[in-house]
T-cell receptor
């Protein structure tokens, strides 16, 4: 089966750091994606982890532990525009790449 | 702008009807994916095409079908529509397999 869990909602302060966790149990695993989605808009790609460890890209970093079925997205120097839903998604690979998404974490940034 | 285009942006139709949603992938992308997003189910994978051939199926109902044409654009056909089919339908594309997917702006379908 497929099970991807992430918190429903988080609140953080402008300028601070926030970590959004994601745990997964899936039949097959090739990589883990993070997407950002503003309400009513398309998801936009943030990061992709295939191997264990940390991937850093500007203010955003993503970590993966395959043995623990765990990932997190770290957002630094939070800005008001970072208020959005953050979606964790797993790719099973093998050429069949339909992503299995978590329900998303709604991040609220307060001044 | 991801480079993926979808038409129409909005669609309102009645139960029992049939609609076609259209997607043009980013230039050069061979893989096209269709997703459905509803408030209660989240983002659900429906089907994937790669260079004109069906590659994988997800939670796609038998009333739904899709195809990818030689110019790589794709269409998703939804028939015998029910109220529960009201959702945002996204198309995504990627250059190949196992790569990041770029999403189009979506088609908002309302079935009344």
């Amino acid at each position: 089966g497929q099970n991807i869990d992430q918190p429903t909602e988080m609140t953080a302060t402008e300028g601070a750091i926030v970590q959004i966790n994601c745990t997964y149990q899936t039949s097959g695993f090739n990589g883990l994606f993070w997407y950002q989605q503003h309400a009513g808009e398309a998801p936009t790609f943030l990061s992709y982890n295939v191997l264990d460890g940390l991937e850093e890209k500007g203010r955003f970093s993503s970590f993966l532990s395959r043995s623990k079925g765990y990932s997190y997205l770290l957002l630094k120097e939070l800005q008001m525009k970072d208020s959005a839903s953050y979606l964790c998604a797993v790719s099973k690979g093998g050429g069949a790449d339909g992503l299995t998404f978590g329900k998303g974490t709604h991040l609220i940034i307060q001044p | 702008d991801s480079g993926v285009t979808q038409t129409p942006k909005h669609l309102i139709t009645a139960t029992g009807q049939r609609v076609t949603l259209r997607c043009s992938p980013r230039s050069g992308d061979l893989s096209v994916y269709w997703y459905q997003q509803s408030l209660d189910q989240g983002l659900q994978f429906l089907i994937q095409y790669y260079n004109g051939e069906e590659r994988a199926k997800g939670n796609i109902l038998e009333r739904f079908s899709a195809q990818q044409f030689p110019d790589l654009h794709s269409e998703l056909n939804l028939s015998s529509l029910e109220l529960g089919d009201s959702a945002l339908y996204f198309c995504a594309s990627s250059a190949s397999t196992n790569l990041e997917q770029y999403f189009g702006p979506g088609t908002r379908l309302t079935v009344t």
